[in-house]
């Protein structure tokens, strides 16, 4: 072997305190900073089809959504709403209602369910950051940080928020901080 290898570095995990060099290879990443990585989905998808995994209304609500049919998604998140025993599900299931509103363009329907939501469970990651997402909609961004930020705080182990606030991190300029989010929303998509 001609190059000099440091085996342990390559071995070992990224570390994104480094310094980035003129960063040309993350250039694309930076770029695409936007657009969510299509294997989340796909991996949503697969976990869905896994045996001994029984798909509640939320899961199957999920899907529809993702299928853009809307109607049999929200009935399938009303009938999780109907079951839900703790505040954490209500909460839950009122974020997947006010996720079908926003993608009908009913803002004012999304905003009451995400204000039920936080009545039921005021910690509720998925609600705060579809909150953030609104802000973040509205070119609020330094609100919907701050969104992001409580919703990590919360939970530091959902995805979505670390996605978002790297999409938010970008749309400020902050660009590196932005990659380390999105790398770590990347990390825990794939553990789930």
Not at 4 to 33: F, I, S, T
Not at 34 to 39: A, E, M, R, T
Request: glycine share 8%; hydrophobic share 45%.
């Amino acid at each position: 072997m001609g190059a000099h290898l440091d085996q342990p570095a390559l071995d070992g995990a990224a570390d994104d305190r480094e310094a980035d060099h003129g960063g040309e290879h993350l250039r694309e990443e930076r770029d695409q900073v936007d657009v969510q990585d299509s294997h989340v989905a796909l991996f949503d998808r697969l976990r869905g089809l896994l045996p001994g995994r029984e798909a509640g209304p939320l899961d199957l609500g999920t899907r529809l959504i993702q299928r853009d049919r809307l109607d049999e998604a929200a009935a399938a998140f009303a009938e999780a709403l109907a079951a839900a025993e703790r505040p954490s599900d209500v909460a839950r299931a009122r974020n997947k209602l006010a996720i079908v509103a926003i993608r009908r363009g009913d803002r004012e329907t999304a905003i009451a369910e995400l204000i039920a939501a936080a009545e039921a469970d005021p910690r509720s990651p998925a609600a705060i950051t579809t909150l953030g997402n609104l802000l973040l909609e509205d070119g609020a961004i330094d609100e919907a940080i701050i969104h992001y930020e409580y919703a990590i705080m919360v939970d530091v182990d959902y995805a979505p928020a670390y996605h978002n606030f790297g999409v938010a991190l970008h749309r400020s300029g902050r660009k590196r901080e932005a990659v380390r989010m999105l790398r770590k929303a990347t990390r825990l998509e794939g553990r789930r």
